[in-house]
């Protein structure tokens, strides 16, 4: 079977981090793009790939079947447009943009180009998720009764030159770390009845917010921050409960407690799975990927777009 063959755009720390996984896989880089040559130059020598100086020659090529976008999301609107109008396929990074408005321009592409467009949203192609959904699905805990999501590190600490830590590359919380309690939240329950955000904004970032959203008899919380380190999920039912002391971040265990007693899924949340489903899904002729549909990419985005107005959230580039 031939290899997967990947276009890169972008070579910091996440191409890094996917590429030395996938690799091991079916899957190979044959390009990759950065704003550094000289970073390129050194990701493409690990990665046996081709650093291009040029979006279009690392991208507008015979043997890349898809592109890989792994740049700061401020960037991804502009890239992914660039790839999908060459006929390319796309997975781009969480957030694949600023805002909903981004992301369904970034499909509105990809549905008149005929080509495939995912988010690269790595746990709803985990099994760890998706038992928890088939869980909550079968009412394996009854009515849900609430929900607690904690997702926190201490990314204040990091060199203010961090992109996480800049305004101008839209750093903060609600987009880089809040993208994950509120998928997981929209993937499990559907668009909430009601939002509402409570954050503190410090040099033009959100440095951490609670976001409550509401829905027919329960409430999710989700607590969001860059000033210490926590993670982990709760959900409550009318006939128990299901724990994740782990929920996003290579989550490998779900705890399901209920009135037949207590079972525990092993599984894993990794990159490798993550690409070997959108390479299956480019292969059958898909455009839209079954585990992050574009109605969740949108809806997501949507909510997160209230939430930074409910914070008076307003970055450089957008005054």
Known sequence: ?????????GCGSIANTTAKEIVKGNHKIVSVYGRSIDKARSFAEKFGADACDDFDKAVNRDDVDAVYIATPHTSHLEYAIKAM????????EKPVGVTAEEAEKMINTAKSKGVYFCEAMWTWFSDVALTVKKWVRDKEIGDITGVEINYAFPGILMPKSSRLLKPETAG??????????????????????SITCKGEIKNGIDIAETVV?????????LNMSLCKLKENCIINGTKGTITLPVFFHMASKAILKNEKGKEVFKGKTDYLTQFNAVAEEIGQGKMESGYIPFNST???LKIIDLCRRQMNLVYPFEK
């Open 298 to 300: 949108v809806s997501c």
């Open 213 to 221: 959203l509401e829905y027919d008899g329960f409430k999710c919380t």
């Open 172 to 193: 903060g919380a609600i987009l880089d770390i809040g993208i994950y309690p509120i998928t997981y939240c929209y993937n499990l329950f559907g668009y909430p009845k």
């Open 1 to 9: 079977m031939e290899k997967f063959r990947w276009a890169y755009i």
């Open 85 to 92: 109008e060459l006929g390319k396929s796309v997975l781009c």
